[in-house]
């Protein structure tokens, strides 16, 4: 996975918490079919603790030692290469017996320990950019994570429970000669939006993930659900795992285009 390929559109998808291994199979076993079909990786991504989530009530997930087992499971069922979240530098290690990839959450994206445990590891590390930041301050995180890193847009606060996409600001993220991946999903978060927890419109994820194809990111990143209104984390801001199969063809077929015009 370190030597993991960039140099065509890959896929990060899953669902934004492990519910149940059993869902977690469902989902994963759709994606290596897609990635088969298609031609395409696809990394399965998926939190076995969330612990950023809004409410104290909010549910996190199965917790480390499951939610790790769950995530090897998956890997060894599926061959998929896997994607969690780690929420403090204590975790690195553990996490990365099991992960191909370290996820830094957005929030915090500039805990220079984080990183650096994360870095140590030798695995591939995904920033996501804060919703705070501006694109050129990620030059910061980029050098505390090293030469082994993704960088992740994933939209700005604007206002209160309000994201936006600055799509210019690809363009100062791919100077950092990292590769550069959009977050479909969380781009479209309304965050804290709902009673005690975070809301979201899914229709406009799709149109924002063409955009930034043609912006010429390297990846796309989805959360995706069997079925999002009664998903435990992320519900609003999901695609449907039905959606996800029946669009990833056209995504690709937009990406094959753009890079046919972008060498000519």
């Not at 830094?104 to 995904?126: E, S, Y």
């Amino acid at each position: 996975m370190n030597h993991f390929s960039t140099d065509k559109l890959f896929i990060i998808a899953g669902p934004c918490v492990i519910e149940s291994l059993d869902v977690s199979l469902h989902i994963a076993e759709a994606c290596v079919a897609l990635a088969h079909r298609h031609e395409i990786a696809i990394i399965f991504k998926a939190s076995y603790d969330k612990a950023n989530r809004t409410s104290i009530n909010s549910y996190r997930g199965p917790g480390t030692q499951e939610g790790l087992r769950i995530l090897e499971a998956v890997k060894k069922e599926t061959g998929l290469p896997v994607l969690t979240d780690i929420h403090e530098s204590t975790q690195a290690a553990e996490a990365a017996e099991i992960a191909d990839v370290l996820q830094i959450p957005a929030l915090l994206c500039r805990q220079t320990d984080l990183l650096v445990a994360a870095a140590a590891t030798g695995k591939t590390v995904n920033i996501k950019k804060g919703q705070y930041l501006s694109p050129a301050e990620m030059a910061h995180p980029v050098k505390k994570a090293g030469n082994n890193c993704w960088i992740t847009e994933r939209g700005t606060f604007f206002g209160y429970n309000r994201l936006v996409v600055d799509f210019t600001g690809i363009e100062k993220l791919k100077s950092f000669g990292k590769p550069v991946i959009f977050d479909a999903t969380h781009s479209v978060q309304q965050p804290g939006g709902g009673d005690g927890c975070s809301s979201g419109n899914r229709e406009l994820a799709l149109p924002l993930a063409r955009a930034a194809l043609a912006m010429g990111v390297n990846g796309l990143f989805f959360e995706i659900h069997p079925d999002p209104d009664h998903a435990l984390c992320d519900g609003p801001n999901s695609l449907r795992l039905s959606e996800f199969e029946l669009e990833l063809p056209r995504l690709i077929a937009l990406y094959n285009f753009l890079s046919d015009i972008s060498s000519r």
